[in-house]
């Protein structure tokens, strides 16, 4: 069955750096796109970054663009997310979330398995 | 940027139906998918492209995309289904959620 299993999780002080994994199974990796979601403690999910089934592509939202940086290898079946100069408004739990393959395109397909989270929080 | 907005919350007596809209500027031209959230655990796509269920989610399940306004209908509210739900769409090179609607079970 499909999982995405996470880790990397934790604390850690402003300014620094984390990095995160997603290690996936059930399914073959290397023919889908991945996302990254978060959702900061009493708000909504918020998108960060998507990366396209070749790791050719990757896209960012405005808050974490030019300090967050998604990468893939596929001999490993994982995903990372490096997630440096942190700020306290990064503290969320952050998800990975598989692109479906039920679109045209992984543009507007649907996340339709997600890991467990990891939770991730800025602070001195 | 393009915006969707969602209620905050929805409250629906067991049994009755709920309906969470979701609303956008010509929100009926674009693809929608809805995500359901339990307290503590991670999202679940509920309805994918406007209308269709995943394999596993209950029929009573469904979605509706058209004009300004995207909705997600629950029949036969079970406690649970008291969950936040989001609405996704795809918009300029960025995914965009909805804020969520926190649904109830009176």
């Known amino acids: 069955q499909v999982q995405l299993v996470q880790s990397g999780g934790g604390v850690v002080q402003p300014g620094r750096s984390l990095r995160l994994s997603c290690q996936a199974s059930?399914?073959?990796?290397?023919?889908?796109?991945m996302h990254w979601v978060r959702r900061a403690p009493g708000k909504g999910l918020e998108w960060v970054a998507i990366?396209?089934?070749?790791?050719?592509?990757?896209y960012y939202a405005s808050s974490v663009r030019g300090r967050f940086s998604f990468s893939r290898d596929d001999s490993e079946n994982r995903v990372f997310l490096q997630m440096d100069r942190l700020n306290t408004e990064d503290t969320a739990t952050y998800y990975c979330?598989?692109?479906?393959?039920?679109?045209?395109?992984?543009?507007?397909?649907?996340?339709?398995?997600w890991g467990q989270g990891a939770l991730v929080i800025v602070s001195s | 940027s393009y915006d969707l907005t969602q209620p905050v919350s929805v409250s629906v007596a067991l049994g009755q139906t709920a309906r969470i809209p979701c609303e956008g500027n010509?929100?009926?031209?674009?693809?929608v998918h809805w995500y359901q959230q339990r307290a503590g655990q991670a999202p679940v796509s509920v309805i994918y492209?406007?209308?269709n269920r995943p394999f596993g989610i209950s029929e009573r399940f469904s979605g509706f995309n058209s004009g300004n306004t995207a909705t997600l209908t629950i029949n036969r509210v079970q406690g649970g289904d008291e969950a936040d739900y989001y609405c996704?769409?795809?918009?300029?090179?960025?995914?965009?959620f909805g804020g969520g609607t926190k649904l109830t079970v009176l």
């Open positions: 996704q769409v795809y918009d300029s090179s960025t995914w965009v």
């Open positions: 010509n929100i009926g031209g674009r693809t």
């Open positions: 979330a598989r692109v479906s393959l039920n679109s045209a395109s992984y543009y507007t397909a649907e996340l339709d398995f």
């Open positions: 059930g399914f073959i990796f290397s023919g889908h796109a």
């Open positions: 990366i396209s089934k070749d790791g050719r592509y990757k």
């Open positions: 492209r406007d209308t």
